[in-house]
């Protein structure tokens, strides 16, 4: 068995500007959802599942669909405002876009029945990530079914150069079980220091070597049903929310609370990178030329 790349891409990146997830970083039109892809690949996934929306399928099958034949099984599915809502429900007429990250899992139900790990189509994790999460989801333990994992990186590692990020602070136990995630905002370096808000009066200096969640996450095909009981509960308290949003955490978090899963943190050393803000772009682009210099990708990714 091996394991299925979920990767969600079926936002528009409203900070950036633009259909970022296809934005190329690379010296030869690649965008940084091919590394992972790539990575995955290599770590030896045998499914890619993309999350999009169907305005834009066509764009992506365009992108995905001929370069990664023969490599890879491919997928898609649609992650719409009303994916998943009982029709009885009304929506806040204000209400645009889907659900949030849980949301976008949700919507992947029918496409995956093999352990799954989900990452951001916009954010580069580095190819020793997908290793990680692919060993520990095939690994044969008593509790596999309700066992998940999800990678963290060290703070230092994750920030960019052009703004403030938040970033979820990961507490584990001494067996290296998430505890829980702890939203630190506003996070940006200044003077030399890492600088966190508290609130409007008050800030926090970090060490640069908490670890944090980046949104990389594995998990086992129950997960879907706990999502589905979750959803079903937050849509009827958020139907008419024009801002309600479904996070994986939010599930993650309560499940840990109740002892229903155990999660693992699995450390990664691996420089994690993204598209946040419109100026990281050129970031992106040095980071991917500096890896191929190193030989850690080809200067083609798909000959």
Not at 221 to 248: D, Q
Not at 271 to 278: A, N, R
Request: include cysteine; charge should be negative.
């Amino acid at each position: 068995m091996k394991p299925t790349l979920l990767i969600l891409a079926a936002g528009m990146g409203s900070r950036y500007g633009g259909l970022k997830q296809v934005d190329p970083v690379g010296p030869h039109g690649e965008a940084i959802i091919d590394y992972s892809i790539y990575d995955a690949i290599r770590a030896g996934y045998g499914k890619v599942v993309f999350v999009i929306r169907e305005s834009f399928a066509d764009a992506f099958r365009e992108s995905f669909e001929m370069k990664l034949k023969d490599r890879i099984q491919t997928a898609y599915v649609y992650q719409e405002l009303r994916s998943f809502v009982p029709d009885d429900i009304p929506l806040h007429p204000d209400r645009q876009k889907p659900w949030g990250t849980g949301h976008a899992v949700l919507v992947a139900k029918d496409a995956i029945n093999e352990p799954f790990t989900v990452i951001n189509a916009d954010d580069f994790y580095g190819p020793g990530s997908y290793q990680l999460t692919h060993d520990y989801l095939l690994q044969d333990r008593p509790d596999a079914k309700n066992n998940y994992c999800m990678v963290g990186y060290h703070l230092s590692n994750t920030l960019s150069e052009h703004g403030y990020v938040s970033r979820g602070v990961c507490e584990t136990d001494a067996n290296g079980y998430l505890k829980t995630v702890v939203e630190r905002t506003r996070i940006e370096k200044t003077n030399g220091s890492i600088i966190t808000q508290i609130d409007d009066h008050h800030s926090m200096e970090l060490s640069g070597n908490e670890v944090v969640s980046m949104n990389i996450w594995g998990f086992m095909p129950s997960y879907f049903e706990y999502l589905k009981s979750y959803f079903t509960r937050f849509i009827r308290e958020n139907a008419n929310n024009p801002k309600g949003e479904f996070y994986i955490p939010f599930v993650v978090n309560d499940l840990i609370k109740q002892t229903r899963i155990r999660l693992k943190v699995l450390e990664s050393r691996d420089h994690w990178f993204g598209v946040t803000y419109k100026e990281d772009k050129a970031s992106a682009v040095e980071q991917i030329s500096r890896l191929i210099q190193k030989g850690v990708y080809p200067e083609k990714l798909w000959l």
